[in-house]
């Protein structure tokens, strides 16, 4: 059987920390950014740890949660 692949999308996008938390960036960042304040600009530069609903989402697209 070969091994499975990690999705190139993802390892992008997302790393693990030594936790095993995965950590991403902030949505809302592309566009329409007039409105928003430089203050909450700036701390959506900032990245995030994703919640716990989206993580063995995303385990699963980088091969490391269980299957």
């Given at each position: 059987m070969p091994k499975m692949k990690t999705h190139s999308?993802?390892?992008?996008?997302?790393?693990?920390?030594a936790t095993g938390k995965v950590r991403g960036?902030?949505?809302?960042?592309?566009?329409?950014?007039?409105k928003k304040s430089a203050n909450h600009k700036r701390h959506l530069?900032?990245?995030?740890i994703m919640s716990?609903?989206?993580s063995p989402?995303?385990?699963k697209?980088?091969?490391?949660?269980?299957k």
């Open positions: 999308g993802a390892k992008k996008r997302f790393t693990k920390t960036r902030h949505a809302f960042t592309s566009h329409i950014l007039e530069g900032k990245p995030v716990a609903d989206d989402r995303i385990n697209l980088l091969r490391t949660g269980k």
